[in-house]
């Protein structure tokens, strides 16, 4: 007779913790896997949704901005002239002001072309495709349908009705973007560097036809029978699971613009299973056995307190390199190295003031206080829209024979003072040479600028300088872009401005002509 099996409490422990740990890690595991399979598809989708409403929002405003690009321009005489000439002159600015459009040209009432850039010869021919015969038609700004231009070009069609003084019309100006070539749209959409994992975006019009994809062989094929497409027809946004022709599965987002159009950007549902499966390999090594997970705990405890001291080795030597460079987040949890972080710092901070010091000392004019010629290239790249007042005093030389230069530099000091007390907080003076002086006026059209320079001269001809009596002085006047777009332009014809003042008879303020008008 066999004797029974008897099991010792130290296996049935072990058999049992075996059990317990082992079913412990396999569900945990199953439902984390399941958790976060979840929970990503669902951030696949929120951000997908988020980017296509981002795209459409960003792609409604690239067209306001065409739009409005247009509508300034068809205010221009030209296009109410019958001289072709200076029409192609018009169309062609247009066209190399801006990046919007691959093509513009003017069509007239009668629906021929009068002027077209880049100049393809279509002048006198009849603008008759479905596009120009819609401006002829509805004479407001539209955008059209995907269509074949006359030049054999798929393309869209942004136009914008032309009036003359008496409210008649006068055509249309166009401006045309090619679908299969680069453009300002694909430059939009084609960009968006946080999505990865073969996500794309692709865009469709009312009827379904894709403007936008990546693979151009795509472009003008109708898609309507997508069910995520069908969405979007019809002004819907949202997300949702959707399958390719290729049948791919797809996590799409997707979003209605103002102009009728559909933003969709979709990633892989691959993109979600393979991070899934990748975590579920990294919590597998929680049962990686003890001495392992000792030396990897140890390991993380000495990164703990390696790291700081690694960070502040780094930014020491960028200091080196870039002074300017930003400080970062280090951690300072234990005592020697609180105390390390704190004199680099205090170092960082000491030499920090003193480079700026000599940086701003650098950039001024010892006499006035004003901005050297030096620091003026600095101060106005980051400009916009802004003016410029260019002046110099009046028969200064005079002054310096007469009086000596100790007083010609009292009336330097004198008119930097006073010409600053009338500008404003956000004015740049500069002292440039001599008696000349440059005052930069950010975000001013040349109306302001001429009332901001009349006051400067009429309060400098009325005010007693150190010499005894007023002194006057004479200004030229100019504005970026209206006068011209490039500084060391826009600062010759001020300077012309300012020199024909003294032609004049001095003590006046002249407002500088436009760049490609300064042979009139």
């Known amino acids: 007779m066999k004797k029974p099996i008897r099991l010792s409490i130290q296996f049935l422990v072990l058999s049992l913790l075996a059990f317990a740990v082992i079913g412990t890690f396999v569900g945990s595991t199953l439902s984390s896997v399941l958790v976060s399979k979840n929970n990503l598809e669902k951030n696949y989708l929120m951000e997908n949704q988020y980017y296509a ?8 405003s690239l067209f306001d901005n065409m739009i409005k690009s247009l509508t300034m321009e068809s205010g221009e005489e030209e296009y109410s002239t019958a001289d072709s000439k200076e029409i192609y002159e018009e169309v062609k600015q247009t066209l190399e002001s801006t990046d919007f459009f691959n093509s513009v040209y003017f069509v007239d009432q009668t629906g021929h072309i009068r002027a077209s850039a880049p100049d393809r010869g279509l002048e006198g021919t009849v603008a008759n495709r479905i596009g120009a015969k819609e401006a002829l038609k509805k004479k407001v700004p539209l955008i ?59 865009v469709v019009d009312s009827k379904g036809n894709v403007i936008y994809h990546p693979d151009s062989e795509w472009i003008n094929a109708n898609v309507k029978e997508n069910e995520v497409v069908k969405q979007v027809m019809e002004g819907k946004t949202g997300s949702q699971e959707v399958m390719t022709i290729q049948g791919v599965s797809m996590l799409a987002g997707y979003a209605a613009s103002t102009s009728n159009w559909g933003i969709v950007s979709q990633a892989p549902k691959k993109s979600v299973i393979e991070p899934t499966i990748e975590m579920a390999k990294q919590v597998s090594f929680i049962a990686i056995p003890f001495m392992i997970f000792v030396f990897v705990l140890t390991l993380a405890m000495l990164k703990k307190i390696v790291n700081p001291i690694r960070m502040l080795a780094i930014y020491a030597k960028q200091m080196t390199l870039d002074p300017s460079s930003p400080t970062p987040r280090i951690p300072d949890w234990y005592f020697e190295l609180k105390e390390l972080k704190r004199a680099i710092l205090k170092n960082v901070n000491f030499y920090e003031k003193k480079l700026t010091y000599a940086e701003g000392e650098s950039n001024l004019d010892p006499l006035t206080g004003y901005y050297n010629r030096r620091s003026l290239e600095k101060k106005i790249s980051h ?8 002046f110099d005093i009046d028969r200064f030389k005079t002054v310096n024979d007469q009086f000596g230069h100790q007083v010609g530099d009292e009336v330097l000091t004198y008119m930097s003072e006073l010409a600053k007390k009338e500008t404003r907080e956000s004015d740049l003076c500069f002292r440039i040479g001599g008696e000349e002086f440059l005052i930069v006026l950010p975000e001013t059209d040349l109306a302001l600028a001429q009332t901001i320079a009349e006051r400067i001269r009429k309060t400098t001809e009325a005010k007693i300088s150190p010499t005894g ?36 008879g001095r003590n006046r303020v002249i407002i500088a002509n436009r760049l490609n008008n300064n042979k009139n």
């Not at 409403?53 to 409604?60: G, R």
């Not at 400009?383 to 260019?390: A, F, H, N, P, T």
Request: hydrophobic share 35%; net charge negative; aromatic share 10%.
């Open 144 to 202: 059209s349908e995907p269509y074949v231009a006359v030049t054999g070009k798929l393309i869209l069609l942004v136009s914008v009705p032309v009036f003359d003084d008496s409210g008649s019309y006068k055509g249309f100006i166009g401006g045309t973007i090619h679908l299969h070539e680069e453009n300002s749209l694909t430059r939009v959409l084609g960009q968006h560097p946080e999505h990865e994992n073969d996500s794309y975006v692709y």
């Open 469 to 504: 009596k007023p002194i006057t002085i004479s200004m030229g006047i100019g504005n970026s872009p209206t006068t011209a777009s490039d500084f060391s332009e826009l600062f010759k014809v001020t300077d012309q401005a300012l020199y024909k003042a003294k032609e004049e």
């Open 383 to 390: 400009l916009g829209m802004y003016s410029i007042v260019l």
């Open 53 to 60: 409403q981002k795209l459409a929002s960003t792609t409604d």
